[in-house]
Structures are given as structure tokens and as C-alpha cells.
């Protein structure tokens, strides 16, 4: 007979403390693989944990007193006592004494650590281990067998349980088994130390990142593993935005392995993110009761009603999509839709945030061969990365300079709201890019950032949906004037080609949108194709022979090639198309139609328009003649306030 005490005393130094950074092994691997065994043995044969019946008596007495059974009653199964007895400890975690509550700690991490210890888990998840979790344990226990002591456990003994919640929603699990594993992943949360693995791997970081979760000689209570994953996914979105190296003021990646396996997990359901659930709850009954909480499906929901989200509930949202668009790995949503063309097209790409980009280039190479679910996902995560520049790694990635040089009163303004409120920051470099003061051609902006903006310009002139406020502003003129080719575009916009944009110009130029929001949004979109004709693909398209055949010789840049076309078009050159004729009144309707308009350019653009203009020395005429009489007004009237003695003005 072994002794229960030798057992247990043996069980509890099997993850040592560490020293210096390292472990101190004292177990050998054949010991712990016995032991292990042992525990098992006795989870499958006692009602409930020692340790937790013994810390736990006045908490059960006090919350989870049985009530009195009736005749037929008697005789119900006495593992649903158990498992009753051990729900409610947990349901009262954090009003236990601390006495119980440490060893109902010490008890969850071991059942993280070996999920059989719990006798729900091991009776409904038998057939799920085997299922999908077979070769977890042959490899924990040939690393074990194979080592002299036990140290390398330290680095799998969390596998089974990360198993289990990875295919918990696949269609072979068994309901008891996901509840099981939910239950617990719900219950971790209360406390950060209940995953052993992530406490140990992310101490550091926590103490470093976020004293305010846990502040020395704090009571453990205070430590919840939802705030510290939420206070690190902070600091981890930081050190990917600014592309921090892997220094002392980064989060290491045995630490941010664990808080991407948090994030999507918590992006899975609203019943793992109490804090999106309680600041959405009405949000969720209004626009997504029809919803289910899991899969994802909730959080999606919400993000497509984000426009009539309250603002608690909005900026819940906003801050997980900032996560989400950072760490991709972190959106189940995208993960589980998009898991096979990830696999086959951009496995390479999984790690950073050019996924979503890879994804993209695939679904325009492969037409109709790629997943139709996994390209409409796509379309909408780019959709919402155009929303705000906080959305957008790439855009920060290769605009941080300019931004801050051009457009540092937008970037206050935009940081200064909790949630997307019209991208101001990349309506300014837009402005910037269409900027050409030189003959070279060169745009204000850096070449990285000139290339990023010339991209996203390309896309929103093909797709309307690309640029949201302008889908969003101009959606009832759309569907008025341009109902034809919206309804051939499809649902994302993607079959459009530039045709619903085309439509929307052509209205704006002949004045019958009357909705000012929308037509400022088309002009914006026309001033950028003035300085570069290919951000425009239609216009480019339509434009290709008659540019060759007349202009073949005119240099890019500076708008060269655009002028060319523009001076053929005044003289009715008849090597010109009609298509491209068409398009350029269009467009000259468009920018005249801007440059009547002070608000749609900055400075510089309008010095640019005043220079260009044929009544440039008419206009500057009047600029000097309206500064002249205001100089002549004040030589001859005089001042208008009422001279007073210097004695009087010093007092």
C-alpha cells in the first residue's frame, strides 16, 4: 500500500521552484510517469479531492450545502455529488476563505496540467483524447522516459489540455466534453496562476507591463488571468505596431505564444470575454439575439452592426479588432473560416500581419478555385483595417514618419476618440499623395508610404467598399442612381471593377447627387488621379491606346501624362477614344467641381491649383488687391480704439 502522503508530497515537487532561470530537477522521469499514474488511479476512485474536502469544509457548509435528498433520490449516482460539490467551490471562488481557495488553485492547475484528474473531463473527454489528442501523450511520456529527470514536462505538460480546447468545436466532440473543457476555460480566468504554464512563462512580462494587475503583496485574488491577458495583449500590440525588436522591452515569445492561445480563445466566445458580454449584452439582444455565443458568431455580429454599437459596447469591439488586425492568429473567426487557403497559400505569411494581404493576392489569382466564405472574410477584415489608421499595421508600419509630418493634428484627433471616426489620418495622406510640387514627379510622402497609399487608392477606385465611408455616405445614392451595377458587383463589391464608382462620378459630375457628404468623399477619390493616372484603373483602362498613340512619348510624373491627355481632349484630337474622352470630362467636371471646394485641400494643393488655373494672375490680382485695400483702409481711418495716456495704460 502506497502512502497517500509520500504521494502527495512527491506529486508537489514535481514542478519545482526555479533558480537563476533554470529548473531544479529532483524527480527522474520513470518517478513522475508513476506518480502520475498513481493520481489518476485515485481521481477515478474518490468523490472528491482530498485536499480541497479537507481546506474546503466551512466554504462547503456555507455555499454548498445538499439539500435533503427524497426516498426516490437516494440512491442517485454519487459522482454527481461530487462533481455538484466541486461546481460550487467554483462557482464561489473568489468569496472563498483563502485556505480553500489556494487549494482549489492548486487543484485546477493539476487538472490543467493532466485533464483526467477531473473526473467530468475523464469521463466525457475519453474518447476526445483519443480522437484528436492520441499523440500528445506518447510524446510527453517518451520525453519523460527519456530524460533522467523531469524538467522538459515543464515545457508540455499544458499540450493535452490546449489539445482538447483546439478541436472542442469540431463536429466529432462530444457535448459533455466541450462543456467540460469551457467550464474550465472559464474557471482559469478567475485566477492567473491556474495556468501553470502561462503564469511561469509571463510572469516577468506581468510584472513588468502591468503592476497594476498584480502589485506586490497583493492578495492572489486580485490576480485574474483576464486581466493580465488583457493588459499584455496591450503591450503585445504595441511591440507589433512600432515593430519593436526582441529586447528587454518586448514580451518574449514563450509569453506571447500563450496570450495569442488566449486571444483566440476569447474571440471564439463572448462567454470567455466577460468584458465585450457585459458592455454588449443589450447591444447583443438588440441587433444579434439570433446569434450564438460561440464559433465566433457574436463577436462577428456585432462588428457588422458596429455603426448602431452604444459606445461602450463600440469600443469593446474597436480594441479587439485592433488585436485581431495586429495578430491574425488571434481571430478565430478568420482562423477556422480561412484554416485551409492559409495552409496551402500563405502558411509562411501566418505569423505576421501581411496575411490577410497574402490571402487577398491568392483569391484575385485563384478566381473562383479559392474558398468563397474565406474571400468574403477577407474583403470585410480590409474593409475594417480602412476604418481607422489604429486598424492598419501596414499603414503605420510604412506612413509612421509622414504621418507624424503631415498629418499630426489628424493622428491627436483620431487617437483622441475611443473608435473609428472617419480615418482622418488617411484622408490626410491622401491629400499628401495627390501633392506633386516638383517636376520630377515625386510625391511629399515617403516612397514606402507613396506606395502603400497608391495601393489602397487602386483598390477603392475598383471596389467601393474599400473606402467605407464612402460606401457608408454614399449608400443611399448608390442604390438610387447606380442600382444596375451595384446589384453585378456582388455582395463585397469584388465583381464591380471600378463600375460602381464610375457610375457614382458620373452622377456627382452632372450634379445629381444632392447628398454633400457623398460627393466631398468623390472628389477626394478624383483629386488623387490627377497626379498619377494609374490609381485610377478605369480612367487608365479606358485611357490605355489613346496614351500610347498620343502621349507615348510624355514622361510619367507630375501629372505629365495626364495633361498630355487633357491638352489632346481641348483640341479634339481624333486619335482619341470616345471612352477616354468620356472618362476625362468626367473627371475635369470633378476637379473643378473641387477646386470650389476649400475644404477638400490643404495649403499646398491649393497653391497647386492656383498655379495651374488659366486665371492664376486674375486670382492673384485679387488676393493682392484685397491685401492692398486693407493696408490703404488703415493708412487713411486710422486707429479704432481711443488713445489713453501711457500713465493710465501702465497701471
Same mark, same amino acid.
Given at each position: 500500500?502506497?502512502?497517500?502522503?509520500?504521494?502527495?508530497?512527491?506529486?508537489?515537487?514535481?514542478?519545482?521552484?526555479?533558480?537563476?532561470?533554470?529548473?531544479?530537477?529532483?524527480? *527522474?522521469?520513470?518517478?513522475?510517469?508513476?506518480?502520475?499514474?498513481?493520481? /489518476?488511479?485515485?481521481?477515478?476512485?474518490?468523490?472528491?479531492?482530498?485536499?480541497?474536502?479537507?481546506?474546503?469544509?466551512?466554504?462547503?457548509?456555507?455555499?454548498?450545502?445538499?439539500?435533503?435528498?427524497?426516498?426516490?433520490?437516494?440512491?442517485?449516482?454519487?459522482?454527481?455529488?461530487?462533481?455538484?460539490?466541486?461546481?460550487?467551490?467554483?462557482?464561489?471562488?473568489?468569496?472563498?476563505?483563502?485556505?480553500? $481557495?489556494?487549494?482549489?488553485?492548486?487543484?485546477?492547475?493539476?487538472?490543467?496540467?493532466?485533464?483526467?484528474?477531473?473526473?467530468? @473531463?475523464?469521463?466525457?473527454?475519453?474518447?476526445?483524447?483519443?480522437?484528436?489528442?492520441?499523440?500528445?501523450?506518447? *510524446?510527453?511520456?517518451?520525453? @519523460?522516459?527519456?530524460?533522467?529527470?523531469?524538467? %522538459?514536462? &515543464?515545457?508540455?505538460?499544458?499540450?493535452?489540455?490546449?489539445?482538447?480546447?483546439?478541436?472542442?468545436?469540431?463536429?466529432?466532440? !462530444?457535448?459533455?466534453?466541450?462543456?467540460?473543457?469551457?467550464?474550465?476555460? @472559464?474557471?482559469?480566468?478567475?485566477?492567473?496562476?491556474?495556468?501553470?504554464?502561462?503564469?511561469?512563462?509571463?510572469?516577468?512580462?506581468?510584472?513588468?507591463?502591468?503592476?497594476?494587475?498584480?502589485?506586490?503583496?497583493?492578495?492572489?485574488?486580485?490576480?485574474?488571468?483576464?486581466?493580465?491577458?488583457?493588459?499584455?495583449?496591450?503591450?503585445? /500590440?504595441?511591440?507589433?505596431?512600432?515593430?519593436?525588436?526582441?529586447?528587454?522591452?518586448? =514580451?518574449?515569445?514563450?509569453?506571447?505564444?500563450?496570450?495569442?492561445?488566449?486571444?483566440?480563445?476569447?474571440? %471564439?466566445?463572448?462567454?470567455?470575454?466577460?468584458?465585450?458580454?457585459?458592455?454588449?449584452?443589450?447591444?447583443?439582444?438588440?441587433?444579434?439575439?439570433?446569434?450564438?455565443?460561440?464559433?465566433?458568431?457574436?463577436?462577428?455580429?456585432?462588428?457588422?452592426?458596429?455603426?448602431?454599437?452604444?459606445?461602450?459596447?463600440?469600443? !469593446?469591439?474597436?480594441?479587439?479588432?485592433?488585436?485581431?488586425?495586429?495578430?491574425?492568429?488571434?481571430?478565430?473567426?478568420?482562423?477556422?473560416?480561412?484554416?485551409?487557403?492559409?495552409?496551402?497559400?500563405?502558411?509562411?505569411?501566418?505569423?505576421?500581419?501581411?496575411?490577410?494581404?497574402?490571402?487577398?493576392?491568392?483569391?484575385?489569382?485563384?478566381?473562383?478555385?479559392?474558398?468563397?466564405?474565406?474571400?468574403?472574410?477577407?474583403?470585410?477584415?480590409?474593409?475594417?483595417?480602412?476604418?481607422?489608421?489604429?486598424?492598419?499595421?501596414?499603414?503605420?508600419?510604412?506612413?509612421?514618419?509622414?504621418?507624424?509630418?503631415?498629418?499630426?493634428?489628424?493622428?491627436?484627433?483620431?487617437?483622441?476618440?475611443?473608435?473609428?471616426?472617419?480615418?482622418?489620418?488617411?484622408?490626410?495622406?491622401?491629400?499628401?499623395?495627390?501633392?506633386?510640387?516638383?517636376?520630377?514627379?515625386?510625391?511629399?510622402?515617403?516612397?514606402?508610404? +507613396?506606395?502603400?497609399?497608391?495601393?489602397?487608392? =487602386?483598390?477603392?477606385?475598383?471596389?467601393?467598399?474599400?473606402?467605407?465611408? &464612402?460606401?457608408?455616405?454614399?449608400?443611399?445614392?448608390?442604390?438610387?442612381?447606380? *442600382?444596375?451595377?451595384?446589384?453585378?458587383?456582388?455582395?463585397?463589391?469584388?465583381?464591380?471593377?471600378?463600375?460602381?464608382?464610375?457610375?457614382?462620378?458620373?452622377?456627382?459630375?452632372?450634379?445629381?447627387?444632392?447628398?454633400?457628404?457623398?460627393?466631398? !468623399?468623390?472628389?477626394?477619390?478624383?483629386?488623387?488621379?490627377?497626379?498619377?493616372?494609374?490609381?485610377?484603373?478605369?480612367? +487608365?483602362?479606358?485611357? +490605355?491606346?489613346?496614351?500610347?498613340?498620343?502621349?507615348?512619348?510624355?514622361?510619367?510624373?507630375?501629372?505629365?501624362?495626364?495633361?498630355?491627355?487633357?491638352?489632346?481632349?481641348?483640341?479634339?484630337?481624333?486619335?482619341? %477614344?470616345?471612352?477616354?474622352?468620356?472618362?476625362? !470630362?468626367? $473627371?475635369?467636371?470633378?476637379?473643378?467641381?473641387?477646386?470650389?471646394?476649400?475644404?477638400?485641400?490643404?495649403?499646398?494643393?491649393?497653391?497647386?491649383?492656383?498655379?495651374?488655373?488659366?486665371?492664376?494672375?486674375? =486670382?492673384?490680382? =485679387?488676393?493682392?488687391?484685397?491685401?492692398?485695400?486693407?493696408?490703404?483702409?488703415?493708412?487713411?481711418?486710422?486707429?479704432?480704439?481711443?488713445?489713453?495716456?501711457? *500713465?493710465?495704460?501702465?497701471?
Amino acid at each position: 500500500m502506497v502512502d497517500p502522503l509520500l504521494v502527495n508530497c512527491l506529486w508537489s515537487h514535481r514542478h519545482p521552484p526555479r533558480s537563476g532561470g533554470k529548473a531544479v530537477g529532483t524527480l *527522474s522521469g520513470p518517478c513522475l510517469r508513476e506518480i502520475t499514474n498513481l493520481m /489518476l488511479v485515485r481521481a477515478s476512485s474518490i468523490d472528491l479531492n482530498p485536499e480541497v474536502f479537507q481546506s474546503c469544509l466551512a466554504d462547503l457548509g456555507r455555499f454548498c450545502s445538499p439539500r435533503r435528498p427524497s426516498v426516490d433520490e437516494e440512491d442517485e449516482d454519487e459522482d454527481d455529488e461530487m462533481e455538484q460539490g466541486m461546481s460550487c467551490l467554483e462557482d464561489y471562488m473568489d468569496q472563498l476563505q483563502p485556505v480553500c $481557495r489556494e487549494a482549489l488553485v492548486r487543484y485546477t492547475q493539476d487538472v490543467e496540467e493532466k485533464p483526467d484528474l477531473d473526473r467530468r @473531463i475523464a469521463r466525457s473527454c475519453l474518447a476526445a483524447e483519443r480522437r484528436f489528442c492520441e499523440g500528445v501523450p506518447h *510524446s510527453v511520456q517518451r520525453v @519523460i522516459s527519456e530524460s533522467a529527470t523531469a524538467d %522538459e514536462e &515543464l515545457t508540455l505538460h499544458d499540450l493535452m489540455f490546449e489539445c482538447l480546447v483546439e478541436h472542442k468545436n469540431h463536429a466529432d466532440m !462530444e457535448l459533455e466534453c466541450k462543456a467540460a473543457i469551457e467550464h474550465f476555460q @472559464i474557471l482559469s480566468l478567475k485566477d492567473v496562476r491556474i495556468s501553470r504554464s502561462f503564469h511561469e512563462d509571463c510572469h516577468d512580462s506581468i510584472v513588468r507591463f502591468c503592476p497594476a494587475v498584480t502589485a506586490e503583496g497583493a492578495p492572489p485574488a486580485v490576480m485574474t488571468k483576464m486581466a493580465a491577458v488583457m493588459c499584455l495583449s496591450r503591450s503585445l /500590440l504595441e511591440q507589433k505596431l512600432l515593430a519593436l525588436p526582441n529586447e528587454t522591452h518586448s =514580451i518574449p515569445e514563450a509569453c506571447a505564444r500563450h496570450i495569442r492561445f488566449e486571444l483566440l480563445s476569447r474571440s %471564439e466566445s463572448l462567454v470567455l470575454d466577460l468584458t465585450l458580454a457585459v458592455a454588449c449584452e443589450a447591444d447583443r439582444k438588440l441587433y444579434c439575439s439570433h446569434a450564438p455565443k460561440g464559433l465566433g458568431e457574436a463577436l462577428e455580429c456585432l462588428r457588422d452592426h458596429r455603426s448602431r454599437l452604444s459606445p461602450e459596447c463600440h469600443r !469593446e469591439v474597436f480594441s479587439r479588432d485592433q488585436l485581431a488586425m495586429a495578430e491574425s492568429r488571434s481571430d478565430f473567426k478568420l482562423m477556422t473560416t480561412c484554416a485551409e487557403m492559409i495552409h496551402s497559400h500563405c502558411e509562411n505569411f501566418k505569423h505576421n500581419f501581411l496575411l490577410l494581404e497574402c490571402l487577398k493576392k491568392t483569391s484575385d489569382g485563384l478566381g473562383d478555385l479559392f474558398d468563397a466564405d474565406c474571400r468574403h472574410l477577407v474583403i470585410e477584415r480590409l474593409q475594417t483595417q480602412r476604418l481607422d489608421h489604429r486598424l492598419s499595421p501596414r499603414l503605420n508600419s510604412n506612413c509612421r514618419i509622414d504621418i507624424r509630418m503631415f498629418c499630426a493634428e489628424e493622428l491627436r484627433a483620431d487617437n483622441a476618440k475611443p473608435f473609428e471616426n472617419g480615418n482622418a489620418v488617411a484622408r490626410c495622406l491622401q491629400r499628401q499623395y495627390a501633392v506633386r510640387p516638383s517636376n520630377e514627379g515625386k510625391s511629399l510622402l515617403s516612397p514606402s508610404c +507613396a506606395k502603400y497609399m497608391r495601393e489602397l487608392l =487602386i483598390s477603392a477606385n475598383l471596389n467601393h467598399h474599400m473606402d467605407p465611408l &464612402l460606401a457608408e455616405v454614399c449608400h443611399g445614392d448608390l442604390s438610387e442612381h447606380c *442600382s444596375e451595377d451595384l446589384a453585378l458587383s456582388a455582395v463585397d463589391g469584388e465583381k464591380s471593377q471600378g463600375t460602381v464608382i464610375e457610375c457614382l462620378r458620373r452622377q456627382v459630375a452632372q450634379n445629381k447627387v444632392k447628398n454633400d457628404s457623398c460627393v466631398v !468623399e468623390v472628389l477626394r477619390l478624383a483629386l488623387a488621379s490627377k497626379a498619377d493616372i494609374d490609381v485610377d484603373p478605369v480612367l +487608365a483602362r479606358d485611357c +490605355a491606346a489613346s496614351l500610347e498613340a498620343i502621349c507615348g512619348s510624355t514622361a510619367q510624373g507630375s501629372g505629365r501624362q495626364m495633361k498630355c491627355l487633357l491638352k489632346a481632349l481641348d483640341a479634339k484630337n481624333p486619335a482619341m %477614344e470616345e471612352a477616354c474622352r468620356r472618362s476625362l !470630362e468626367v $473627371r475635369r467636371e470633378l476637379w473643378e467641381m473641387s477646386a470650389k471646394r476649400p475644404d477638400l485641400l490643404d495649403w499646398r494643393t491649393l497653391v497647386k491649383e492656383i498655379n495651374a488655373s488659366q486665371s492664376r494672375n486674375l =486670382i492673384i490680382g =485679387i488676393l493682392l488687391t484685397i491685401v492692398g485695400a486693407v493696408f490703404v483702409v488703415g493708412l487713411c481711418c486710422g486707429r479704432r480704439t481711443r488713445c489713453v495716456a501711457r *500713465s493710465t495704460k501702465n497701471r
